[in-house]
């Protein structure tokens, strides 16, 4: 069964304390992203992945730090420079900029919600 | 900059009645732009991009360069049409590949009985 899976599910967390989030795909996706969800504020990217080894930043990308060691995994680090972490996370993967059709059509996992203490 | 813009935050319908989820965009370069949805409880998911020129369960989107516009569309709303819509821009590197896509703030569509 093809999709992205986000761990954990729910999170909580000490101030001052870093956390890693896991996202994993097996669609055999290039481009991988991640986002944040806040009521009233939509999806803002802080993180994006368009190749194994090479990332850049989004839009909101301080106090976050990610890795793409593997095509199928981008995890996202929140450290304890992120001044609001409290959040629902979402990760997604679209086949990538190598692709003609269907390039940026992002499949989304079922995210990441972290509460900090 | 790129930006999209859902000017409503809430919507709400009476089941049977039109319904319209209004998307305007500033982008410099050529808009390729999608609408997602969000059901309760579910994944977010793409419902339709301009480029398909498709109706995806009744909702239709018609990109308007003029007026920077891709209004979402359905002529007769059911209650299982209520969630989060999300209008998306996709921002293309300057070689025409797509290098990220911008999401609006979204607009909570309720269908009422």
């Known amino acids: 069964d093809g999709g992205i899976t986000q761990s954990p599910k729910y999170l909580f967390r000490k101030e001052g304390q870093n956390v890693t989030l896991s996202c994993e795909q097996n669609l055999n996706h290039d481009a991988m992203y991640w986002y944040r969800q806040d009521p009233g504020q939509g999806l803002r990217l802080i993180y994006y992945s368009q190749i194994v080894n090479d990332f850049q930043k989004g839009d909101i990308a301080e106090g976050y730090s990610v890795s793409r060691e593997k095509k199928e995994s981008f995890p996202l680090t929140v450290t304890s420079a992120q001044k609001n972490p409290t959040a629902f996370y979402l990760c997604?993967?679209?086949?990538?900029?190598?692709?003609?059709?269907?390039?940026?059509?992002?499949?989304f996992g079922a995210g990441s919600r972290l509460t900090v203490l | 900059a790129q930006r999209v813009t859902q000017p409503e935050k809430l919507l709400s319908v009476f089941k049977g009645a039109p319904v319209e989820l209004k998307c305007n965009y500033s982008?410099?370069?050529?808009?390729?732009l999608f609408w997602y949805v969000q059901y309760s409880r579910q994944r977010l998911q793409l419902l339709l991009r301009h480029i398909s020129r498709e109706s995806i369960k009744g909702f239709t989107a018609d990109l308007n360069k003029g007026e920077t516009s891709f209004h979402l569309k359905k002529p007769f709303a059911q209650e299982e049409d209520s969630a989060m819509y999300y209008c998306a821009l996709s921002v293309q590197y300057r070689w025409g590949g797509s290098e990220k896509l911008v999401f609006g703030k979204g607009t909570k569509l309720t269908v009422n009985p």
């Open positions: 997604a993967s679209s086949p990538g900029f190598r692709e003609s059709s269907g390039a940026n059509v992002l499949t």
């Open positions: 982008y410099s370069g050529s808009p390729e």
